[in-house]
Structure formats: C-alpha cells, structure tokens
C-alpha cells in the first residue's frame, strides 16, 4: 500500500498517459476493495482497464488526483468521443482519504476542465443511497432529478446560457434549403445539451445594402430564374418561412434584418450571440462570435461537365475560404467530408458530419383522402420526388420501368418536382422524347411542381421511393430522409453517400444500371408493407434529431471555443 503523503503534501491534477499505469492500476485496485465500491463502477477496476484508459488518445478526459506522490483519487470526464456535447463526470476516492474535502475538489477541477474545452454543462449519475455524494453534488449546483429506481440524474449549467444566431441567408429561398434549415433547428431543440441555449433565427427580410455582396446575389438569383422560366421552382414566401419558423414555439426567436453581411455582423454584436451558424460562406462577425460553416457537396468536382469554369472556379474559390477561415463546419456526409480533405488539404476547420437524420412532421401523418384522385392517380405506384436535373439520371428510371411496364401493366411511375435545368436545357424533352418512343408516356405521370403537403401524401402510398441519382451531397437527397422518415422503402442508386444511409427499408442497384433497377422494382411490387406506428415513428425520429442535435452543438462549441 502506498504511503500516507504527509499533512503539508499539495494537491495535485494530472491527465493521465502511459506512464501512469501502476499507480492507475493500483488505485483501482484500492478502490475495488473499499466500501464505496458499490457505488462506483463505471468501468472495470483492473489492471488491463488501466492499461486501456491510459492508452487512449481521444476527448474524453481521465485524471488522477495525488497528495504529493501518492495517488488518492480518480476522475473522469466520458462521452465526448461517444458523439455526446455534454460529458458525464464521475469520481471516485481512495478509502483512506474521504471526508477530506479532496471529492470537491476534484469536481472542481472536472468542472473547469470541461468549460475549458467548450461545454456548457455537465452530467452525472448518483445513487440515492450515497448520500455523501448526493450531498456534495446538490452543494455544488448540480439539480438531481429521478432517473430509475436506485439513481438520480444530476445537471449543471458550467457557464452562462450560449446565444446561437441561426443563419438562414441561401436556405430559405428555396424549399429544399427550408426544408434542410428546419432540421437543423428541429435537432438542436432536442439536443438536450443545448437546453439553455438560446436561439436566434437571423431572417434577412429587409432589402440589402445597394450593391453589396448580397445586393448582387439577389439580382442573379432574379435574373436566373427568369430565364428558368414557370417551370422553375419559385421561393417560399416570406410568409410561408415565417409560419415555418414560428412552428418551433417561443424557444426559436425571430431578428428580421437586412440581407447583407454587414447587418448580420451588427446583429450579431447588438444580440450579443456567442456563436452563429450555418454559414455557407466565410463570415466574420466580429472577435465575440464564433461562426460555424456548411459546406453542401463537391458536384462541380465530381460532375464537371455540369459547371461553367467560372462557376467551378468560384466554388473551389468560396469553399477554400471557408474551410481555411472559420472554426468548424458541418457536412452531410462522410463522403463530403472525405472531399475537403481530398480537395482542400490545407483546411483548418474541423469538419463535423451530421448523421442521417430522417424527416417525420407530426402533421404529415394523417391521411388526406383526396391527393391521388386530383392528381389522376389509382392503383399501385412508383415515386420520383426529384427535380428534372440531369445529375438526378431519370433515364436510368424511365428504362428500367419500361423493362416490366407490360408485367404490370396496372402499376404507374409517377414524378414530382420542377421541369427546368438551367444547366441542361435539353435534358427534361430528351426525356419526354424517350418516353413517347418507349409508348409509356401515360404510365409516366409528371406532375410537375406540387404542394409539399400532397407530394408527401403521394409519397406515403407509394410502393416505394426511386432514387436513381448520380450525386448527391447528403444520402439520398432530401426524398430520402422523407420517405424514411415515413417508413416508406426506398431503392436507392448504390453512389458513395447514398450507401451512408443507415435505418429504413432501403435497397441498392448500381448507378445508372436499368436492368439491375428493374429487378429491385419487380420485387418491390412482390412484398406486401405496413407502415409502422406513428409513434413509433415520431419516437424514431426524436431520437434520431436528438443524435444529429448533439453534433450540431459538438460543433457550436469548437467554434465558440476556437474564436
């Protein structure tokens, strides 16, 4: 047994590293005789345990307490490298040395540990037979609440309420960009780390300075879309985004400004916020907040016949800055982030993948009666909910259709989204023309442009969601998280991000292959499918944005931190 440090011996913090074994070990080995044991194990108390927490080189964060040069204590700071925003401390300590005052310091020292590297608030679990350490925790803030039979659940806020402004410029002009924002908002409201959190939705409504950055982005986005034509998707309105937003309840504050980046840095200094996000261009708002990036994918890379050299060039130009300038960025997938570091080396930012996140609105769950029969509908069908792009490939759809049309001959494909391609203007009529020579052109509903409401009700009754896409910058498009949020199978094109989805009922062909398409159909039309519960549904979803929130506040803090 280790001797006693003498009366005078000062306390001491250390994160502990290989050479920290035998004492680690034999601390364990103390702590696994003592009568505290029953309270505290959160991990084996062995040899090997030691050798493995001393070994490891990620977030989390593990540390021995010493009285000169004996070890008396035991603290550790765990779920960082789990995914987690808010980590969960435990300590423990020697027999010999409770009741000293050591266990309070040793909390401390966890709490400024973990404010240090950017949390906001701190967890941990306590057994209601312990009363010392329930004592102690209550002493020193933490709010112990029930969470089993034999445990309570402690919190505590480490430092004041974070002020996130929630960037909304470039994604609530189109409904995609809606609708991806919204789920960005939805994750960090079920975050519970992000609880106290305050959020401000910076919605630029006013007319931007004349002839700013943001001035000559408008009137390019006018001029675009008037050569677009009626096919092209129009914007939300201003009053459809604000009755989007208000949805969110009193948590979600609303700060209308102008549109460009001038007034989003006042606003940003006016409402004091810490931290904003997501920024899909370099912003700098000032030494106080810290701003977090999204970069949305590398198609100009990838599909470079779809891009004008003046547009991959400013691509490359925008998404250098932004990696090299701010903090932290968010992608929405593996596959992105494996492109910043191909295609960026010299990035600074770090890079936070957002995980699969299904989309599931409580009010896209009640049937609406009449959808299909507006829309000519009857009978069993397919879905496309893509826009006419040519990188969406409905060629491949249309030809592997035609392969068991006359098998079926009761079963229909149905398309929703825009006709347009600015990029490729013949794409949408060779398609039309396809379809004429193949005689399916009254199988094949396009509809166009629809409500979201009655896309999503198509999409519900569907024998399954087609995605025969040849990229995408999140796995697979936004029909995707959509119908699986629904629980609705998808039969996917089998493209790098796509084989990220990780839940639902989904099937992979090879991209661009018809025939191997057709046999996914063939069997689609062969399986019976019930979707399941709401519930069950709207739970699997809850968690699933609660996991995707907990990323998305991962981030707000590197950058908080990093700033």
Same mark, same amino acid.
């Given at each position: 047994?280790?001797?006693?440090?003498?009366?005078?011996?000062?306390?001491?913090?250390? +994160?502990?590293?290989?050479?920290?074994?035998?004492?680690?070990?034999?601390?364990?080995?103390?702590?696994?005789?003592s009568?505290?044991?029953?309270?505290?194990h959160p991990?084996?108390?062995?040899?090997?345990?030691?050798?493995?927490?001393?070994?490891?080189?990620?977030?989390?964060?593990?540390?021995?307490?010493?009285?000169?040069?004996?070890?008396?204590g035991?603290?550790?700071?765990?779920?960082?490298?789990?995914?987690y925003?808010?980590?969960?401390?435990?300590?423990?300590?020697?027999?010999?040395h409770?009741?000293r005052?050591?266990?309070?310091?040793?909390?401390?020292h966890?709490?400024?540990v973990?404010?240090? +590297?950017?949390?906001?608030?701190?967890?941990?679990?306590?057994?209601?037979?312990?009363?010392?350490?329930?004592?102690?925790? +209550?002493?020193?803030?933490?709010?112990?609440?029930?969470?089993?039979?034999?445990?309570?659940?402690?919190?505590?806020?480490?430092?004041?309420?974070? +002020?996130?402004?929630?960037l909304?410029?470039?994604?609530?002009?189109?409904?995609?960009?809606?609708?991806?924002?919204?789920?960005?908002?939805?994750?960090?409201?079920?975050?519970?780390?992000a &609880?106290?959190?305050?959020?401000?939705?910076?919605?630029?409504?006013?007319p931007?300075?004349?002839?700013?950055?943001?001035?000559l982005?408008?009137?390019?986005?006018?001029?675009?879309?008037?050569?677009?034509?009626? #096919?092209?998707?129009?914007?939300?309105?201003?009053?459809?985004?604000?009755?989007?937003?208000?949805?969110?309840g009193p948590?979600?504050? *609303?700060?209308?400004?102008?549109?460009?980046?001038? &007034?989003? #840095?006042?606003?940003?200094?006016?409402?004091?916020?810490?931290?904003?996000?997501?920024?899909?261009?370099?912003?700098?708002?000032?030494?106080?907040?810290?701003?977090?990036?999204?970069?949305?994918?590398?198609?100009?890379?990838?599909?470079?016949?779809?891009?004008?050299?003046?547009?991959?060039?400013?691509?490359?130009?925008?998404?250098?800055?932004?990696v090299?300038?701010?903090?932290?960025? *968010?992608?929405?997938?593996?596959?992105?982030?494996?492109?910043?570091?191909?295609?960026?080396?010299?990035?600074?930012?770090?890079?936070?993948?957002?995980?699969?996140?299904?989309?599931?609105?409580?009010?896209?769950?009640?049937?609406?009666?009449?959808?299909a029969?507006?829309?000519?509908?009857?009978?069993?069908?397919?879905?496309?909910?893509?826009?006419?792009?040519?990188?969406?490939?409905?060629?491949?759809?249309?030809? &592997?259709f035609?392969? *068991?049309?006359?098998?079926?001959?009761?079963?229909?494909?149905?398309?929703?989204?825009?006709?347009?391609?600015?990029?490729?203007?013949?794409?949408?009529?060779?398609?039309?023309?396809?379809?004429?020579?193949r005689?399916?052109?009254?199988?094949?509903?396009?509809?166009?442009?629809?409500p979201?409401?009655?896309q999503?009700?198509?999409?519900?009754?569907?024998?399954?969601?087609?995605?025969?896409?040849?990229?995408e910058?999140?796995?697979?498009?936004?029909?995707?998280?959509?119908?699986?949020?629904?629980d609705?199978?998808?039969?996917?094109?089998?493209?790098?991000?796509?084989?990220?989805?990780?839940?639902?009922?989904?099937?992979?062909?090879?991209?661009?292959?018809?025939?191997?398409?057709?046999?996914?159909?063939?069997?689609a039309l062969?399986?019976?499918?019930?979707?399941r519960?709401?519930?069950?549904?709207?739970?699997?979803?809850?968690?699933?944005?609660?996991?995707?929130?907990?990323?998305?506040?991962?981030?707000l803090?590197?950058?908080?931190?990093?700033?």
């Amino acid at each position: 047994m280790p001797t006693d440090p003498e009366p005078t011996a000062e306390l001491r913090f250390r +994160r502990v590293d290989r050479s920290c074994v035998a004492e680690l070990a034999r601390l364990f080995e103390e702590l696994r005789a003592s009568p505290g044991a029953e309270f505290f194990h959160p991990h084996p108390l062995d040899r090997a345990e030691a050798e493995r927490i001393c070994g490891l080189e990620g977030r989390d964060y593990y540390c021995l307490a010493t009285l000169g040069a004996v070890p008396v204590g035991y603290g550790m700071l765990r779920g960082w490298d789990a995914g987690y925003a808010e980590p969960s401390l435990g300590i423990a300590l020697s027999p010999g040395h409770v009741g000293r005052g050591l266990g309070k310091a040793l909390t401390a020292h966890l709490h400024a540990v973990a404010s240090e +590297r950017g949390a906001t608030s701190i967890r941990l679990k306590v057994y209601r037979r312990n009363e010392p350490a329930r004592s102690l925790y +209550r002493k020193m803030g933490y709010v112990l609440v029930p969470h089993s039979a034999d445990e309570e659940l402690g919190r505590l806020v480490l430092r004041p309420t974070l +002020r996130v402004g929630i960037l909304t410029s470039g994604l609530v002009h189109w409904a995609g960009g809606l609708d991806f924002l919204c789920g960005l908002i939805n994750s960090l409201l079920a975050a519970p780390a992000a &609880a106290e959190a305050e959020l401000v939705v910076l919605l630029p409504t006013l007319p931007p300075k004349r002839w700013s950055k943001a001035h000559l982005k408008l009137l390019e986005g006018r001029i675009k879309r008037f050569f677009r034509g009626k #096919a092209a998707a129009k914007p939300p309105s201003l009053e459809a985004v604000r009755e989007r937003l208000a949805a969110f309840g009193p948590r979600l504050r *609303i700060h209308e400004i102008r549109g460009d980046a001038d &007034a989003h #840095a006042e606003a940003c200094r006016d409402l004091r916020l810490d931290v904003a996000f997501p920024s899909m261009r370099p912003a700098d708002f000032g030494p106080a907040c810290g701003v977090v990036g999204y970069l949305y994918d590398f198609q100009h890379r990838h599909l470079p016949a779809l891009f004008s050299a003046v547009e991959r060039r400013r691509r490359d130009r925008r998404f250098r800055e932004l990696v090299t300038r701010v903090p932290s960025v *968010i992608v929405n997938a593996r596959s992105v982030a494996r492109d910043v570091r191909a295609f960026i080396p010299e990035a600074t930012a770090r890079v936070f993948t957002l995980p699969f996140t299904p989309a599931t609105r409580p009010e896209w769950l009640p049937a609406v009666g009449d959808v299909a029969s507006r829309y000519g509908l009857s009978g069993r069908y397919f879905i496309i909910c893509n826009q006419f792009w040519a990188h969406k490939d409905h060629g491949t759809a249309f030809r &592997a259709f035609a392969r *068991i049309a006359a098998e079926h001959p009761e079963v229909r494909l149905v398309c929703t989204g825009s006709t347009a391609d600015s990029r490729s203007a013949d794409y949408f009529p060779g398609l039309q023309e396809d379809l004429r020579r193949r005689g399916l052109t009254d199988r094949v509903a396009i509809l166009g442009l629809i409500p979201k409401r009655d896309q999503i009700e198509l999409l519900k009754n569907a024998v399954a969601l087609v995605q025969p896409t040849l990229f995408e910058g999140g796995p697979g498009g936004g029909a995707a998280y959509d119908a699986i949020g629904l629980d609705v199978p998808v039969i996917a094109s089998d493209i790098p991000v796509n084989l990220e989805i990780d839940c639902g009922q989904v099937g992979f062909f090879p991209a661009g292959d018809d025939a191997a398409l057709a046999e996914r159909l063939r069997t689609a039309l062969q399986r019976s499918h019930r979707r399941r519960d709401d519930q069950d549904l709207l739970a699997f979803a809850a968690e699933k944005s609660r996991q995707c929130g907990e990323v998305i506040w991962q981030a707000l803090l590197a950058a908080r931190t990093r700033r």
